[in-house]
């Protein structure tokens, strides 16, 4: 009997290791099959005919043990995955448990562990009610996991009792070729690396046939969709295939969370604290089915790919990009800040990267490079600190959310060259909190050339050279932008020493076209504006277009970096 410790202790790694060196034997069981189906050439006669019958005797037991081994692979690789899914479950149970005061035990007990509370008596029978209602929600919990569990078990189980017997198929079964050829059309591609970085990742996918490569996208998209390295188009591919299912799940969970927020009885008023946590959950359950849903439109749009697409956190994750990233000369990405969401952000940073990537071809042509070609990338993959997470309305919250942000957009950029052939200006472009979080990614080696922050309380760092960037560090700030005189997570951009200062004046391009001022926290992307030309000449490789100059106000003064006396 399958209990809930043991599914605590399940992983997918042995399977899949498994599932590895079982392909990589029935390879070699095919090619020796082959080998043995061809005659040697020249060799006539008795000896060579009953020769031949030994090599079709041989052949058929060759092709029987590569089908039973098929058979177990296949088996094997649908374990994985479902004990992958059952390890995300167990997480989800955990987290739901501990978030609600309960915990459960290996046995799938689930245990009460809240403080004791002093109540009037008229509300303890409501109050024992709401820990019960909260309890036989994580009890139903448990008993899907154990159910999905039984069933990945028996599975599993039931092929490699049938191998043991050699009872998985005969050679007179007509569905041996079409067992075996399913098989090798399902799931014969190798495991991309556990854990891989960009590179091995790039390796990984070309080292695959292109039909291999045709098989995985066919039948895991899951496998690639979010693997930094792989090209650009394969992972739009990857996630676009899986986007209808993901969404259908998501607004299965939004009817489920609703159903049971109906249920709730709200007398007597204020005694029920399952409702607030339901109320919350089918919000947030909500908003990401909004975020999916606007993700969907932004991809419907012209020469849109999707990078990356991420619902298991607290709010989705999402990248997308306009224009092709694995073919541009020139490719940008672009962070945002503090209060990003996919649902409520999405579209107005990609119509600002829309009209970013025009200027900066328009750029190229009058410089004479219309040739060149740009891509954008809204890279909206952290989990950027909310309002309600932050110390007030003039704050930036701590260094947490950029950190872990860093963490995922460093291999994000790697990828951007990993996955292509040739060279590529890569620019990194952030605004606010983002650009803590891009100054931090900037330390592990991206590969980024130039860096462009705008709106920043800080790089992550007081040094320059800490961001390994391979031309040049830019800021612009805007006139009357409190935040990028905060200075909270490094000495104030405008002060550090190696930063380019690029204007937000009103000013003209260098086609004489009026330029406009850009002033606050929040319009530095605006369309024919000066902060605008000068990140997009920069993002287009032409820096020598750029307009310098700071705007320099009260805040510049007291953000300045004081030097103790000797340092």
């Not at 690029?502 to 406009?516: E, I, M, N, W």
């Amino acid at each position: 009997m399958v209990t809930f410790g043991d599914v605590r202790r399940w992983s997918a790694t042995s399977l899949e290791e498994a599932q590895g060196a079982l392909g990589a034997d029935v390879d070699r069981l095919v090619e020796a099959g082959e080998l043995l189906k061809t005659p040697p050439e020249g060799w006539h006669g008795d000896a060579a005919d009953a020769a031949a019958y030994e090599r079709g005797t041989l052949v058929t037991a060759v092709s029987e043990l590569a089908a039973e081994s098929a058979a177990v692979r296949r088996a094997l690789a649908e374990a994985a995955d479902g004990v992958a899914a059952l390890e995300q479950r167990v997480r989800a149970v955990a987290d739901r448990a501990a978030r609600q005061r309960f915990s459960v035990t290996d046995d799938g007990v689930v245990v009460d562990v809240s403080s004791p509370v002093q109540l009037p008596e008229d509300e303890v029978a409501a109050y024992e009610a709401d820990r019960r209602h909260l309890r036989d929600g994580i009890v139903d919990d448990v008993e899907a996991v154990l159910r999905l569990a039984v069933a990945v078990d028996a599975d599993l189980t039931a092929v490699l009792d049938r191998a043991e017997r050699d009872a998985v198929l005969h050679t007179s079964d007509p569905g041996l070729s079409a067992l075996l050829g399913s098989f090798l059309y399902a799931g014969s591609a190798p495991q991309p690396p556990r854990s891989g970085s960009p590179q091995q990742n790039a390796d990984w996918w070309a080292s695959l046939s292109a039909t291999e490569q045709q098989r995985l996208l066919d039948h895991h998209p899951e496998r690639v969709a979010g693997l930094d390295g792989i090209p650009g188009a394969v992972r739009h591919q990857a996630n676009r295939a899986r986007l209808p299912g993901m969404l259908e799940g998501l607004r299965r969970d939004v009817d489920r969370l609703r159903a049971e927020l109906d249920d709730i009885p709200m007398w007597p008023p204020g005694a029920s604290t399952v409702y607030g946590l339901t109320a919350q959950e089918l919000a947030e359950a909500e908003a990401k089915v909004a975020s999916v849903e606007r993700v969907q439109q932004a991809i419907g749009l012209q020469d849109h790919h999707l990078l990356l697409l991420d619902t298991s956190g607290e709010r989705v994750t999402a990248a997308v990009a306009v224009g092709d990233i694995d073919t541009a000369d020139h490719v940008a990405v672009f962070t945002p800040g503090m209060t990003t969401t996919v649902d409520g952000s999405l579209a107005g940073y990609d119509e600002d990267m829309v009209a970013l990537r025009e200027r900066s071809l328009f750029a190229l042509r009058r410089a004479g490079r219309p040739e060149d070609t740009v891509a954008a990338v809204s890279w909206l993959g952290y989990q950027a600190p909310q309002w309600g997470e932050t110390l007030g309305p003039n704050s930036v919250a701590g260094q947490g959310a950029a950190e872990r942000g860093a963490a995922d957009l460093a291999p994000f950029l790697q990828g951007v060259t990993a996955g292509r052939e040739g060279d590529v200006h890569l620019t990194a472009l952030a605004h606010s909190y983002g650009s803590t979080t891009t100054g931090l990614a900037l330390r592990e080696g991206t590969g980024v050339d130039d860096f462009v922050a705008f709106g920043s309380p800080g790089l992550g760092t007081s040094d320059v050279g800490d961001l390994q960037v391979g031309g040049a560090v830019y800021h612009v700030e805007a006139k009357n932008d409190p935040v990028d005189d905060l200075a909270r997570f490094g000495v104030d951009p405008s002060h550090l020493d190696g930063v380019n200062q690029l204007s937000s004046s009103v000013t003209r391009d260098p086609g004489g076209a009026p330029l406009a001022e850009v002033e606050g926290h929040s319009d530095y992307l605006v369309r024919d504006s000066t902060s605008q030309h000068n990140i997009a000449v920069v993002v287009a490789g032409l820096p020598d277009q750029a307009i310098h100059g700071r705007e320099r106000g009260f805040g510049d003064v007291l953000s300045f970096p004081v030097v103790p006396w000797g340092g």
